[in-house]
């Protein structure tokens, strides 16, 4: 099959791409040229370098195209930093995709996420594909509108809500990790069995419904389990309680029996994806060797980043 991938160079995008090579598709990559997605980009083929509100650029990268796999947007914390132009891109974005799949009659999948549920925290899980979404802030509500579209489409479609998959680069801290309460239920999903996901739904019988791609009984932990491991690997131990909100927020544990019986994706355990996020969050040998020393200071670096503490 002839599938487009947009955001092709992402955390789930190139992983999908990849396993759809692999698996004897010819893949079209679609992103935009920025510095870290060129780099990634050395030594793929048929890339188109597109900004995803370019509605002719999509046109054209969907012509001959059987399967888009519609992955291209901004996702927290970069949506509160930009709402205009996050809207654009996602939900702008979006109808632009839709407008291409209609006129060249391929089939979409589209990647939505979790937080459509909203705050569920009080609720017994898991989370159903069948349940009421909810916005709880701007990015929800773009995947909320764009699942409204999506569902009208002309075309086959499918809906894949992720849940939390965390990427293989290092990522700075950021106050959005103490938004999260510690004790909040979360659904983790190695990022290679989402894009296996992916990758084996182009060929699957999805179409016309919505899928929860988590990774599995396994994988269903509470924040403070995934947070304390990555604290760990950074040397720094336990973060205060009264450091993190306790305001609810749209994380939870997801029944992805059907998706799992259907798109046969989870391979992959806590463990291996605690694995990879230790081993890309984990400072080079020579800062952890002089880490004892900092520790304090390291600590009340990334305790400033906190609104509560
Ligand atoms: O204006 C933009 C902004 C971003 N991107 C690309 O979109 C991709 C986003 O990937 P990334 O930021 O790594 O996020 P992922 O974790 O892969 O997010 C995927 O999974 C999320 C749900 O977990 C969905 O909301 C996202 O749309 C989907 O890309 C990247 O390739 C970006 O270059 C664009 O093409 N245009």
Redesign the pocket.
């Known amino acids: 099959m002839q599938v487009l991938v ?9 992983s999908a791409a990849a396993q759809l090579r692999a698996q004897g598709h010819e893949v079209r990559l ?3 040229p ?1 510095r ?2 060129l780099r990634r980009a050395q030594g793929c083929s048929d890339v188109v370098w597109a ?3 370019d509605a002719d650029a999509v046109q054209r990268a969907v012509r001959d195209q059987d399967v888009v796999v ?6 927290p914390p ?1 949506v509160a930093e930009n709402p205009e ?1 996050a809207r654009a ?2 939900v702008g ?1 979006t109808e632009n995709v839709l407008e291409a799949v209609a006129r060249h009659r391929s089939r979409i999948i589209f ?3 979790l937080d459509v549920y909203g705050h569920t925290q009080h609720l017994a899980p898991p989370r159903r594909v069948d349940e009421p979404t909810a916005p709880t802030d701007e ?1 929800s509500g773009h ?1 909320i509108r764009c699942e409204e579209l999506v569902r009208r489409s002309s075309q086959p479609w499918a809906i894949y809500r ?4 965390p ?1 293989n680069e290092t990522r700075r801290p950021h106050p959005i990790m103490f938004a999260i309460p510690l004790d909040n239920r979360i659904e983790l999903v190695h ?1 290679d069995d ?1 894009g296996l996901a992916v990758a084996n739904g182009v060929t699957a019988d999805i179409w016309g419904r919505t899928w929860l791609i988590g990774g599995g009984a396994g994988c269903q932990v509470r924040y403070r389990d995934m947070l304390g491991r990555a604290l760990d690997a950074f040397g720094l131990g336990a973060l205060p309680e009264s450091a993190f909100s306790t305001d609810p927020y749209c994380t939870d544990w997801l029944d992805t029996a059907e998706s799992q019986r259907v798109l046969q994706f989870q391979r992959h355990s806590f463990e291996d994806i605690m694995s990879y996020v230790v081993e890309y969050s984990r400072p080079p040998l020579a800062a952890r060797l002089v880490l004892p020393l900092v520790r304090p200071l390291a600590r009340r670096h990334i305790l400033k980043l906190s609104p509560h503490f």
């Open positions: 947009t955001g092709a160079f992402g955390n789930i995008g190139s679609l992103d935009v920025t870290a997605n900004d995803i509100r519609h992955l291209a947007g901004l996702i970069q132009l891109v996602n974005g990647a939505s996420t990015y995947k992720f849940g939390d998959v990427p990022r989402a």
